[in-house]
Structures are given as C-alpha cells and as structure tokens.
C-alpha cells in the first residue's frame, strides 16, 4: 500500500515537474519574441497638444529608438530621454538621452543595451517642453 502510494506521488512529482517545465519554456519563447520589438505610445502631458508613437528595436547590442511626433512646431526642438520610472512617477533624472524630439520621425541607437531591460516596466520615454524642460510635453510607459 504505502509503496502504491508512493508510485503516485512519483507519478504526480513528475507530472508537475513536466508541467512546470512546459509553462516556463512557454514563457521563455514570449519573453523572447517580446523582446525583439516593442511600441510605446506617447500621450500629450501638460495640454501640450503633442503625442506619438516610439518603436524601440533590439539590432544586436543595441536598441534603436524611433519616435515620431505630432503637434510639435515646425522648427522646435525638445529634449527626449528614457527615464526611469512610469510616466505616472517619474524619476527626473534620465537614464538615457534621445535625440531631440522634432515634429516627425527622430531616431536614436542607445548602445549595449536589452530591450528586455527596457521593458520590465520601470522606464518611460519622456518628451520636454523645449522653453522650459521641467514641463513635460508627452510620455509614454516603455512595457
Ligand atoms: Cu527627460
């Protein structure tokens, strides 16, 4: 009896050890692909009238940010970082500076850097008012 028993719970033991192995090669294969590209959406802050999307590519050791803007003036050009933090509480100091937001498409390659990283959720992209950089003009949670 008891050695019937502990067939069983080998039989389960092993049944939940493969299980565990599929949902975590599952997650790693997401994870994975996630990583390879993602988009943020970047909203108006501050009545700024200004948003846009960034697509953020891993290209071997590095990440290609590309941000295309509207509702900033033909002309204007406003300081872009990735922050620390979500758009929510951001932390002031940036992390990694991009090039300076232009009405249209700016892009930026961030060196030795995982996209991964970057989509923990614990990073923004943020988009400064060029009189004044304590404004913010748009943000966009990097997830
Ligand atoms: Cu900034």
Known sequence: MM???SGNAAIA???TIALCGIASATA???????ASAATVHV???NHSGQSGTATLVQKGSDVVVTLTMSGIPAGVAEPAHIHPGTCA??????KYPLTNATKGTTTTTIHNVRLASLLSGHYAINVHNA???SIYAACGDIK
Not at 28 to 34: F, P, Q
């Open 3 to 5: 050695g019937r028993l």
């Open 13 to 15: 033991a092993a049944f």
């Open 28 to 34: 790693t294969m997401g994870t994975t692909h996630a």
């Open 43 to 45: 909203t108006a802050q």
């Open 89 to 94: 509480k951001l932390n002031p100091s940036p």
């Open 131 to 133: 009189h004044n950089p």
